[in-house]
């Protein structure tokens, strides 16, 4: 199974700011779509950052209150790990787990195409493993 699985599910719509964007802002749009974390787009939609609830919260650690008021450009994560749609699930999860990081925009043509979550993975996988264990299943019954 690859990201296209996933992205097929899940669909492709994803949350962007633009780096001058207040995390204040920022932070509303993620709790408004119930969402962990919103990719920081430049001028040509090109993917500059991406800034995660945990960023959030350390910024708001280090700096109080007055962080909300400051554009999301100073707390994003700049160098931004991406996949394509042909990664390997199996490859996405030793990444996310090896960058500590729980969000991996898609990137086609050196475009913004969907967002994997961990936790997407995760279902999926799940799921994955659900239906080999019913073909299994199926298998010894009939014999």
Known sequence: MNVTTILKAKGRSVTTARPETSLLDVSQKLAAKRIGAVVVVGDNGDVVGIISERDIIRAIGDRGAAALAAPVAEFMTRNVVSCTEF?????LMET?????FRHMPVIAENALV????????????????????SVMKNYLATG
């Open 87 to 91: 990664t390997p699930v199996d490859e």
């Open 96 to 100: 996310m787990t090896n960058g500590r």
């Open 114 to 133: 969907g967002i994997i979550s961990i936790g997407d993975v995760v279902h999926h996988h799940v799921a994955e493993v659900e239906l080999e264990v």
